[in-house]
């Protein structure tokens, strides 16, 4: 996955935004860059952005710390998130996935990362989400695993296999059911 541009992305969160929430009925567009579900995911990439450059680095941790004392979100500026970024609900998330694709869905009390403490943050030890991914509430999705396009992490299930494309992870730990296995 490439990083794509600043306003790309932006553009990316709020048409998703929009697409998710009443927020496309309001006449003034810039009502949207204050929405209580936009501003994290907006700190997200500015704390990307300035990660980039070394001399601005130190802006980006700031910024991640606000993110976490404001909204209640920790996500590493390192992690690469793809545009359509939706955060219905942001306490106690914790992202530190390798990647995140397009139009990922994350519920609170999240946790993607690592297995064990990677203060180096190594990307294969990390999962990665592909596009339209959806992790319902309380979910952990740990270690360097692959969770498919289209797949589904169920409220409060314990991720440590691969999710194949399209599949479902539920429990603890958590099994997996394929579209064809959900009827």
């Known amino acids: 996955m490439r990083d794509e541009g600043f306003f790309s992305l932006i553009k990316l969160d709020l048409s998703r935004l929009s697409q998710q929430s009443s927020v496309e009925k309001l006449s003034v567009q810039y009502w949207k860059i204050i929405h209580p579900r936009f501003m994290p995911v907006l700190i997200i990439r500015l704390a990307r952005l300035f990660h980039a450059t070394l001399i601005f680095r130190p802006l980006a941790v700031v910024l991640t710390w606000m993110n976490v004392f404001i909204f209640g979100i920790e996500v590493t500026p390192r992690c690469r998130i793809a545009g359509g970024l939706f955060l219905p609900h942001t306490s106690g998330t914790v992202i530190g996935a390798a990647s995140i694709g397009l139009n990922a869905t994350i519920f609170q009390g999240v946790t993607i ?16 989400l592909e596009n339209d991914v959806v ?49």
């Open 135 to 183: 992790v319902g509430a309380g979910a952990k999705v740990l270690g360097g695993i692959n969770i498919g396009s289209g797949a589904r992490v169920a409220a409060n299930s314990l991720v440590l296999i691969a999710v194949p494309t399209g599949a479902t992870a539920i429990g603890v730990p958590a099994i997996i059911k394929r579209r064809h296995e959900h009827n």
């Open 113 to 128: 990362g690592a297995k064990y403490a990677d203060m180096d943050y190594t990307h294969e030890v990390r999962p990665t």
